[in-house]
């Protein structure tokens, strides 16, 4: 059975930083592309960022660049989202997908449930 579970997620003052983690099983994680997607009340899903399996592909929606590093550690199947300067625009569920390519949310195959990020002005 395969499951992604993120954390991570908090309230945090505009500004401020948060390290969201995402935990795979059930599936080869290392064989796979990960994604950062997120999706505010009203908004349709969007993509945040995307990491190739081997980590030397990365990708990173024009809102966050430079402002948000993905990266993975195969060894611990974990996927990790470092966001800094975190801004109330990016209050959002903030979800992890495996198994799909660049940021769109319909290339992927799984899905975490979600962690909260909620940034206040």
């Known amino acids: 059975q395969v499951q992604l579970v993120e954390s991570g997620g908090g309230l945090v003052q505009a500004g401020g930083s948060l390290r969201l983690s995402c935990t795979a099983s059930?599936?080869?994680?290392?064989?796979?592309?990960m994604g950062w997607f997120r999706q505010a009340p009203g908004k349709e899903r969007e993509g945040v960022s995307y990491?190739?399996?081997?980590?030397?592909?990365?990708a990173y929606a024009d809102s966050v660049k430079g402002r948000f590093t993905i990266s993975r550690d195969n060894a611990k199947n974990t996927l990790y989202l470092q966001m800094h300067s975190l801004r109330p625009e990016d209050t959002a569920m903030y979800y992890c997908?495996?198994?799909?390519?660049?940021?769109?949310?319909?290339?992927?195959?799984?899905w975490g449930q979600g962690t909260q990020v909620t940034v206040s002005s």
């Open positions: 997908a495996a198994g799909g390519v660049a940021l769109n949310p319909k290339f992927y195959s799984y």
């Open positions: 059930g599936l080869t994680f290392g064989d796979l592309n």
């Open positions: 990491i190739h399996w081997s980590g030397g592909n990365l």
